[in-house]
């Protein structure tokens, strides 16, 4: 089943301005990751989060996390066309040592506008 | 180049047919994980493996098989390709879980049964 849902599904706004999507999750995390996707290929890494950090920052990104309610932001600033790609969260459930693999949220759509 | 190589990149089969979706790795991950893209549901896991010898079920295991006979090589074979198995196929790896540098992705499989 899905755990992330991602918020909105689809955003476009103008280059130069910052677009900001939120992640929702169902079930206890031990890290959280945001990946981007441009169209027709594979996901690129974008961030990771462990559940008790609250804020992150990378170059013009910006993730938090608010563990009580199981939700994250991603804050991209100053947009550029290049930034026009689908952005999933995912979560890291991993137990009992081992890795459970990933789980993806639906995406949104981001798309900077010239 | 170092990465996640899959092969092939485009793939169209007959219902019943068999065939195996190649991935490897060349960063001595441990952790390998196979997911499938469909429109609108995001990634779903399929199986993953934590070691040479090691796999286990993820979400949608059903049709599939997978090995892991070498650190660097995870196949993931269709026994009887049915329809509902058209999708875009992902190989993922990383080192542990919640390595910093998240996991690395191929860049797909698109597979069509007809």
């Known amino acids: 089943s899905q755990q992330g849902e991602e918020d909105p599904q689809a955003l476009s706004i103008q280059e130069g301005e910052n677009a900001t999507m939120n992640c929702s999750y169902k079930?206890?995390?031990?890290?959280l990751q945001w990946y981007r996707q441009n169209s027709g290929r594979g996901l690129v890494h974008l961030i990771l989060?462990?559940?008790?950090?609250r804020e992150k920052h990378s170059g013009r990104l910006r993730v938090t996390l608010d563990t009580s309610k199981k939700s994250s932001s991603l804050l991209i600033t100053a947009s550029r066309a290049a930034d026009t790609a689908s952005y999933f969260c995912?979560?890291?459930?991993?137990?009992?040592?081992?890795?459970?693999?990933?789980?993806f949220g639906k995406g949104t759509h981001l798309i900077i506008q010239p | 180049n170092a990465g996640v190589t899959q092969t092939p990149k485009f793939q169209v089969l007959k219902t019943g047919q068999s065939m195996t979706l190649q991935c490897a790795q060349d960063?001595?991950?441990?952790?390998m994980s196979w997911y499938r893209q469909d429109p609108g549901m995001g990634l779903r896991l399929i199986h993953y493996?934590?070691?040479?010898?090691?796999?286990d079920q993820g979400e949608v295991p059903n049709g599939y098989n997978v090995s892991r006979s070498t650190t660097e090589d995870f196949p993931l074979r269709l026994l009887s390709a049915a329809p509902s198995q058209t999708s875009v196929y992902f190989c993922?790896?990383?080192?542990?879980?919640?390595?910093?540098?998240?996991?690395?992705f191929g860049s797909g499989t698109r597979l069509t049964v007809v």
């Open positions: 995912a979560t890291d459930e991993y137990s009992g040592g081992g890795a459970d693999g990933l789980t």
């Open positions: 079930t206890s995390i031990n890290n």
């Open positions: 993922a790896s990383t080192l542990s879980p919640g390595t910093p540098g998240g996991y690395t």
């Open positions: 989060i462990r559940s008790n950090e």
């Open positions: 493996s934590v070691g040479a010898g090691i796999t």
């Open positions: 960063m001595n991950h441990e952790y």
